[in-house]
């Protein structure tokens, strides 16, 4: 089982910078990708960004070049630092934990959310 916790969200102006963390109750060694998805009111839930367990990372088209998703093995850490927010970057976000074994296959792990809210 691993649990995830996420801090870090909060208000901000257009602009503005927030960084997320996402801290695992194992080895992220053992994780073969982690990453962060967001939710907005009425929308589905979308991947943001990730990081696998070689250190590859990806972001979806509207945070390319304004988030980086870091991780810090050695503390079980995984890190999004959100700069030049936008109004459409509200949403809840997620920390997601992916692991793939060879009888169970994918399982997915998920924190309880934290609100990053841009507005003026």
């Known amino acids: 089982q691993v649990q995830l916790v996420e801090s870090g969200g909060g208000l901000v102006q257009p602009g503005g910078s927030l960084r997320l963390s996402c801290a695992a109750s194992?080895?992220?060694?053992?994780?073969?990708?982690m990453g962060w998805y967001r939710q907005a009111p009425g929308k589905q839930r979308e991947l943001v960004a990730s990081i696998t367990s070689d250190g590859s990372a990806n972001y979806a088209d509207s945070v390319q070049g304004r988030f980086t998703i870091s991780r810090d093995n050695a503390k079980n850490m995984v890190y999004l630092q959100m700069n030049s927010l936008k109004p459409e970057d509200t949403a809840v976000y997620y920390c997601n934990a992916v692991k793939y074994r060879a009888i169970l296959g994918r399982t997915d792990y998920w924190g309880q959310g934290t609100q990053v809210t841009v507005s003026s």
């Open positions: 194992v080895s992220i060694f053992s994780i073969n990708r």
